[in-house]
């Protein structure tokens, strides 16, 4: 997970385009999208953090950082 990556796309992208490229690389297709990674599985991982963060953003009216900071949180609870 490369946190730069995942702040471009959500400030690149639509929600229904991050959507879109989930499709896509679940059914282990090419995204229309640009989603960096270094496999499809990280595209992916990417891809999913995003679409948390904006959901987020949106819904709770927070910028990108709180947004990101709850995500990594989450993220770090659910290793533990």
Same mark, same amino acid.
């Given at each position: ?20 490229? &989930? ?9 229309? #999208?640009?989603? *960096?990674? @270094? +496999? /499809?599985? &990280? ?9 948390? #963060?904006?959901? *987020?953003? @949106? +819904? /709770? ?20």
């Amino acid at each position: 997970m490369k946190i730069p990556v995942i702040k471009e796309i959500v400030e690149k992208y639509t929600l229904a385009e991050l959507r879109k490229a &989930e499709d896509a690389l679940l059914d282990e297709k090419t995204p229309e #999208i640009e989603i *960096k990674g @270094d +496999d /499809e599985g &990280e595209q992916l991982t990417h891809t999913l953090a995003g679409i948390w #963060i904006r959901n *987020k953003m @949106d +819904d /709770e009216k927070l910028e990108f950082p709180a947004a990101l900071r709850l995500y990594t949180q989450k993220v770090r609870v659910s290793i533990n």
